[in-house]
């Protein structure tokens, strides 16, 4: 069945960084455009960004363009969102997202403090 497990959350100070991945598995990875979303205490989902589904384009929310950059490694069936110059209003559980299959992972925590 489809799957996807992210990793790579945790604890940083702010101006850190932090390498998410996620991995797929269950459909034709490689055929399918990845987006990232994130959601914090008490706020609704929202998007972080997206890659299409060879690499060749990506799209980031204004929040986080110049800090955030999605990639993708086909042959892995992998999505990394690398998240640098952190700030505490980035904190959230962060997740994956299959378009062709409409399928989310668990998320990952990532909490942004001193």
């Known amino acids: 069945q489809v799957q996807l497990v992210e990793s790579g959350g945790g604890l940083v100070q702010p101006g850190g960084s932090l390498r998410l991945s996620c991995a797929a598995s269950?459909?034709?990875?490689?055929?399918?455009?990845m987006y990232w979303y994130r959601q914090a205490p008490g706020k609704e989902r929202e998007l972080v960004g997206g890659i299409s589904s060879f690499g060749g384009s990506t799209n980031y929310a204004d929040s986080v363009k110049g800090r955030f950059s999605i990639s993708r490694d086909n042959a892995k069936k992998t999505v990394y969102l690398q998240m640098n110059s952190l700030k505490p209003e980035d904190t959230a559980v962060y997740y994956c997202?299959?378009?062709?299959?409409?399928?989310w992972g668990q998320g990952t925590q990532v909490t942004v403090s001193s």
């Open positions: 997202f299959a378009a062709r299959v409409g399928s």
């Open positions: 269950g459909f034709t990875f490689s055929n399918c455009a």
